[in-house]
DNA sequence: TTAAATAATGATATGTTATAACATTTACAG
DNA sequence: CTGTAAATGTTATAACATATCATTATTTAA
């Protein structure tokens, strides 16, 4: 696995061409999917779209409403289905504490982010350090615990809140 | 804060004296609300206990059935009002992932445990590791993230588990 | 190229988790 | 006592998620 120490968002939420990372996601996603033999339809595809619209997590009923608002009434598990599919190739992540999902900007590689989210302005940003996994793993090591998959999320005040208080 | 780089459960979920777990969460528990003028009514001290019933997360409704069994009706209200109180004492904790609640057996010291859960047994373990904190701090701290809580849950097959299959 | 199998979607209902809002009771300080 | 704050009771509803079965689209393979 690669190394990933880096920070996918630099937090500032607002100021970059968002439209950017949502194009990029997009033909990453078709990339991927394509050469898995996964098939991204047009409805995974809007959804993960509308999951992308920016850096804030996303509940499922928010995208619910957004499909029902442009395609006529659209059922939960429209919604659910898509955002499984989405989950298992890795282009999403589920943040547990928030029952909501962001999209993953390198999906093609399997890892488990960290993310941080701010408290005040609601953003999210995904971070990977090899320092803190290799922390995990030697715990759980030491305790004879397989893991399958972590969590980690953390809740605080992202800089541009800090500093723009 | 303490160090406190062990784990509270050895994973014998089933082999141990699990009467005086709960014993003394209720003792200590009574003795730090007193402590902190927090006042551990009936209703809060048997939501406790009802916690710490297994080493399992046990979830909100759970408990409520419970409440409802012993003493009649009873609405969700009431179990959210005492999990909530119990969560501010660091009585028990909320495992995201799970929608779901274990109790803390050592709530006088503030403190951010790992959580170990078994896929397969269901067990949960708190865990601490200074490692594992200093590694999350220095990352957060290198973005200028200010942290408030954070929640690490690791899911896999608990040693038990993994040598008796 | 059509038939069978598989995958995806549609549609309805329901299950599960959590909170809002307001009334009532209880604890306890003055 | 009595006024105030804290806790609890009660009803309703919000928010999140899945089970089930019918239908349609896509792929596979005879
Ligand atoms: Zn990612
Ligand atoms: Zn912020
Ligand atoms: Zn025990
Ligand atoms: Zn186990």
Redesign the interface.
Known sequence: MKNFDT?SLS?SGGSHDHKHCVKTALNDAEALCSARGARLTDARKRVLELVWESHHPVGAYDVLSKLSQESGKTAPPTVYRALDFLLEQGLIHRI??LNAYVGCSHPSEEHSG?F?IC?NCGCA?E?H?S??D???L???DS?????????????????DC?STQ
């Open positions: 920070v937090f547990e504490s960290v941080l408290n940003a971070v350090d320092t803190i290799q922390a995990i030697k715990k759980t305790l004879g615990f397989k893991t399958d998959q972590r969590m980690l999320e953390v809740r605080g005040t992202c800089p800090h």
